[in-house]
């Protein structure tokens, strides 16, 4: 992996990272209304759940292998 496709990886995951913590925050706002739409809730969760996945595989790409 060179050096300029690390440094898009980690721009991806700090936009990623900004995502989630929005998502994050719009669900505790959904959860505080009176009446909180469940459809829409339950499609930010999902969102959340596949951005945690994707920061997790591009996580696994930046960190090397570490052969003992």
Not at 13 to 28: P, V
Request: proline share 4%.
């Amino acid at each position: 992996m060179t050096n300029e496709d690390e440094r898009e990886l980690e721009a991806e995951l700090a936009r990623l990272h900004q995502e989630h913590r929005d998502l994050d925050a719009a669900i505790d706002a959904l959860h505080q209304s009176p009446a909180p739409d469940l459809l829409r809730l339950q499609r930010l969760k999902k969102r959340k759940l596949l951005l945690r996945d994707r920061i997790a595989f591009i996580e696994d790409q930046i960190t090397p292998d570490i052969i003992a």
